[in-house]
C-alpha cells in the first residue's frame, strides 16, 4: 500500500509516506485521539500543532488511497458482467441459477450532531434516536463488496435509497440484465415493483397473510433458501463495524449554567401580556425589510449577551440557528414589530429537531438604556418562559441583531456540500 501512495506524497519533517499509512490504519482500528496518535509516532513538533500535524496527514493518506485504491477495488463499474459471474457459489448456482445475483442490504454510521440545523434533522433517525448517516451494501454471492453507496438522510429506509439508486445509478443497468437475481430481506418490500419493472427476479424472504399465523411449506422454503445465501452481507456489516473508527462514538459536552440568585423570583412582563391576550403572537404583525438600514436596535456585545443568557451555551447555538433562519428566508432576517405598539419585536424560528414545529419568540429592547437596553423576552419553546437566562431561540435574536450583522458575520458554508448530497437523496 505504501507503494502505491509514496509516488503523490513526499516525504516531510514529520513523516514518511510508510508512517502516513500506519498513522491511516491505526486511526481506523483504535479510533484515538489525533493528539495521542502524534505522541505514539513521536511527532516532533510543538503540543499545540500535534493535532493539526495528524489530522492534514490523515486526510493526506486518505485522499491518495481514495484515488489509488478505491476506483479499482469499489463500485458498481469497477467489474465486468463476466467478472461478476465468477463470484458465484455452488449455493447461489444451485437455488438461483447462473444469472448474475446481487444481495443488498442498508447499514448505518454513528455522526455527531451538526451545528447546522438543516442537516441535523435529516441526519436524525427516529429509529435508532441517534444521527446518522446511511449507505447502502451491494455484495456478490461470495461476499465479495461490489460497492458501499453512501451517504443517504438518516430519515432514509432501505426502500427509498434503493429507488434512489435504481434510478441514478447507470451503470447498474449496464452490469445487470434482465434475469437478474436480486436477493434482499424484507425491509425492501416496498420497492419489489421497481425492481421488477427493470425484469430483476426478486428473492426476499417470505410475508405472513393478514390472518395468517405462519408461513405455508413452499414460502418457508424459499426464504430458507435466501437466508442461506444472504447472511454473508451481514457478515461483511460485522466485519466493517469491528473497526472502532466507525463503530459507535460518544463525545458529548456539558455545560452547566449557573443561575443568577436575584433572577430566580422575576417574571416576564411579556409573557403575562402574551397569556392574558393583551398581546397575540397569532396575529398579522407588521414585516421590517432591510433591517441593516432601517432598524435601530441595541448594539450589544459579548460579555453582556454572556451575562445575560447566564452562560455561553445558548450563544454557541446562535450562529447555528441565525444559519437556518437566513437560509429559509433568503438571506434575510424576517422580523415583525406589533401593529398596536412599535416597542415589542417579533421573529419565527425553526426548531431545530422538528421540521413542522416553530416558535414565536418576542424581544423588548430599549437603545437609550446604556445598562440593561434588553428588558425582556419571551418563547413559546417549552422552556421559553425562564427569567434565569433565556432559549437559544431568543438568544439568536439578541445575538444577531445586537451583535453578529454588526461585525459582518457570514454563515459557514462548511457543512453545505454534505447537505445538499443528503437532501438531494
Same mark, same amino acid.
Given at each position: 500500500m505504501t507503494t502505491l501512495v509514496a509516488p503523490y506524497m513526499r516525504t516531510s519533517t514529520y513523516r514518511t509516506p510508510f508512517e502516513a499509512v500506519c498513522l491511516f490504519w491505526?486511526?481506523?482500528?483504535?479510533?484515538?485521539?489525533?493528539?495521542?496518535?502524534?505522541?505514539?509516532?513521536?511527532?516532533?513538533?510543538?503540543?499545540?500543532?500535534? #493535532?493539526?500535524? $495528524? @489530522?492534514?496527514?490523515?486526510?493526506?493518506?486518505?485522499?491518495?488511497?481514495?484515488?489509488?485504491?478505491?476506483?479499482? +477495488?469499489?463500485g458498481v463499474a469497477h467489474l465486468t458482467r463476466i467478472e461478476a459471474l465468477a463470484h458465484h457459489t455452488s449455493y447461489s448456482g444451485i437455488f438461483f441459477g447462473d444469472q448474475l445475483s446481487m444481495m443488498w442490504d442498508g447499514t448505518y454510521v454513528y455522526c455527531y450532531k451538526s451545528n447546522d440545523h438543516v442537516l441535523q434533522r435529516e441526519c436524525y433517525s427516529g429509529h435508532k434516536s441517534r444521527h446518522l448517516v446511511k449507505m447502502m451494501s451491494l455484495v456478490?454471492?461470495?461476499?465479495?463488496?461490489?460497492?458501499?453507496?453512501?451517504?443517504?438522510?438518516?430519515?432514509?429506509?432501505?426502500?427509498?435509497?434503493?429507488?434512489?439508486?435504481?434510478?441514478?445509478?447507470?451503470?447498474?443497468?449496464?452490469l445487470c440484465q434482465a434475469g437478474d437475481?436480486?436477493?434482499?430481506?424484507?425491509?425492501? #418490500?416496498?420497492? $419489489? @415493483?421497481?425492481?421488477?419493472?427493470?425484469?430483476?427476479?426478486?428473492?426476499?424472504?417470505?410475508?405472513?397473510?393478514? +390472518?395468517?399465523?405462519?408461513?405455508?411449506?413452499?414460502?418457508?422454503n424459499e426464504s430458507r433458501l435466501v437466508t442461506k445465501c444472504r447472511w454473508l452481507v451481514e457478515s461483511f456489516h460485522a466485519r466493517f463495524k469491528k473497526w472502532r473508527f466507525f463503530s459507535e462514538r460518544i463525545d458529548q459536552s456539558f455545560l452547566l449554567n449557573i443561575a443568577m440568585v436575584n433572577l430566580l423570583n422575576r417574571r416576564s412582563e411579556l409573557e403575562r401580556t402574551v397569556n392574558n391576550g393583551i398581546l397575540s403572537l397569532r396575529k398579522k404583525w407588521i414585516p421590517l425589510l432591510n433591517i441593516d438600514n432601517n432598524f435601530n436596535f441595541p448594539v450589544l456585545d459579548v460579555d453582556f449577551l454572556r451575562d445575560y443568557t447566564c452562560g455561553t451555551y445558548q450563544i454557541k447555538q446562535s450562529e447555528a440557528y441565525a444559519k437556518a433562519h437566513l437560509h429559509e428566508y433568503d438571506n434575510?432576517?424576517?422580523?415583525?414589530?406589533?401593529?398596536?405598539?412599535?416597542?415589542?419585536?417579533?421573529?419565527?424560528?425553526?426548531?431545530?429537531?422538528?421540521?413542522?414545529?416553530?416558535?414565536?419568540?418576542?424581544?423588548?429592547?430599549?437603545?437609550?438604556d446604556e445598562e440593561e437596553p434588553s428588558k425582556d423576552h419571551y418563547c413559546q419553546w417549552k422552556d421559553g418562559k425562564k427569567t434565569v437566562g433565556c432559549c437559544g431561540h431568543i438568544a439568536t435574536v439578541l445575538w444577531y441583531l445586537g451583535y453578529a450583522r454588526h461585525i459582518g458575520w457570514k454563515p459557514s458554508s462548511r457543512t453545505d456540500r454534505f447537505k445538499e448530497e443528503i437532501i438531494s437523496c
Open positions: 491505526v486511526k481506523l482500528k483504535t479510533n484515538l485521539s489525533f493528539r495521542q496518535i502524534g505522541t505514539l509516532f513521536k511527532i516532533t513538533t510543538s503540543e499545540d500543532n500535534i #493535532r493539526r500535524r $495528524v @489530522e492534514d496527514t490523515l486526510h493526506a493518506a486518505t485522499t491518495y488511497l481514495n484515488n489509488t485504491i478505491v476506483s479499482n +477495488n469499489l456478490l454471492p461470495d461476499g465479495y463488496v461490489l460497492d458501499l453507496i453512501e451517504p443517504f438522510s438518516g430519515k432514509s429506509n432501505d426502500s427509498t435509497i434503493t429507488k434512489e439508486i435504481l434510478s441514478t445509478c447507470a451503470n447498474l443497468q449496464h437475481v436480486q436477493i434482499v430481506d424484507r425491509g425492501f #418490500r416496498d420497492v $419489489v @415493483e421497481e425492481f421488477e419493472t427493470l425484469g430483476y427476479d426478486v428473492k426476499m424472504p417470505g410475508l405472513l397473510g393478514k +390472518n395468517d399465523k405462519q408461513l405455508d411449506t413452499t414460502d418457508a434575510e432576517f424576517e422580523l415583525q414589530i406589533s401593529p398596536e405598539n412599535d416597542q415589542p419585536i417579533r421573529c419565527r424560528l425553526h426548531s431545530r429537531h422538528s421540521n413542522s414545529t416553530r416558535y414565536f419568540i418576542c424581544v423588548q429592547n430599549d437603545e437609550n
